[in-house]
């Protein structure tokens, strides 16, 4: 088995998908794989791919989304660990040298992230103090906003066989609802040394959707229901998630839709 499988997921990123590739081919640590999954691109992003030849991995699929391709990628993963890289952000050449080495340090950790560059629209960019990334106990401070970026993190291959992979049935927020669902049972580890450079502001970017909050509401709603949650989790999951319905709501209002602002405000917790 090797150490690292690395998945990168990509959708019509012909502009980017090379320099993403280049800074995994140019890592320092040559113990891993990198699997591509081309989810139903129509750009040159397969003729992209297939220019790599052996050095890579390369899956096409019909587009399912990035949940999907994610996990059609740890699938088809053989490592230890499984590390992820959006296809418009790219890694420092340390990225999985740093990481495998903190798992060798802590056998009994299971998910670990680095921190990182903002970059937006070609300029650097310091992050807002609530994005600050919290070590360890991640769970409370997640409720509100997604805190773990994809890109950074690394996680044992096992950990996915406890709490399941990215749910494919939500189109965005896929990962905010794995970190929950991890972060509720484990600690996520922060190595603070910023070894990916994150791009952001280009107009087919996930989380420049308007209306995410409505699928932050689906996960949280799942998880309180799950049952998994202690009584503590479960009270601070309960707060957000009203708070957030009661925000979705009134921006359902502003723009004429009420029957889709009441049936927010009608969730029930059992």
């Known amino acids: 088995m090797i150490s690292v499988s690395v998945i990168i997921p990509t959708f019509n990123r012909d502009r980017m998908i090379t320099e993403a590739i280049d800074s995994v081919l ?4 040559e113990d891993y794989e990198l ?23 390369s899956i096409h699929q019909k587009n399912r989304g990035v ?3 994610r996990n059609t990628g740890i699938r ?15 890694w420092l050449p340390d990225k999985l040298a ?26 650097r960019v310091n992050p807002k103090k609530k994005h600050s990334k919290p070590s360890g106990d991640i769970f409370e401070r997640s409720l509100s906003l997604c805190l773990v970026s994809p890109s950074a993190v690394m996680i044992r291959r096992e950990l996915f066989e ?22 509720c049972q484990y600690p996520v580890q922060l190595i603070d040394t910023p070894l990916i450079i994150k791009h952001g502001g280009h107009p087919d970017q ?11 509401i689906q996960s949280l709603h799942r998880l309180i229901q799950s049952g998994q ?8 999951a309960v707060k957000v998630f009203r708070e957030k319905c009661r925000i979705y709501a009134e921006g359902c209002r502003k723009w004429g839709r009420e029957d889709e602002a009441d049936s927010y405000l009608r969730l029930k917790i059992e």
């Open 98 to 123: 740093v990481q495998t080495r903190f798992f060798k340090a802590h056998p009994q950790a299971q998910i670990c992230q680095t921190e990182e560059i903002w970059i937006r629209n070609g300029i």
């Open 162 to 183: 406890e709490v399941g992979l990215f749910d494919d049935t939500l189109p965005a927020c896929e990962d905010y609802d794995l970190w929950l669902r991890i972060g």
């Open 35 to 57: 699997i591509v999954v081309d989810d139903g691109s129509t750009d040159n992003t397969p003729n992209i791919l297939k220019s790599y030849g052996k050095h890579i991995t």
């Open 76 to 90: 088809a993963s053989s490592g230890a660990l499984i590390a992820f890289l959006d296809s418009d952000d790219r």
């Open 206 to 216: 996930l989380s420049r959707q308007t209306g995410l909050d409505k699928y932050r």
């Open 229 to 236: 949650l202690s009584a503590n989790q479960r009270s601070q």
């Open 67 to 69: 949940s999907a391709a």
């Open 26 to 29: 140019s890592q320092t640590m």
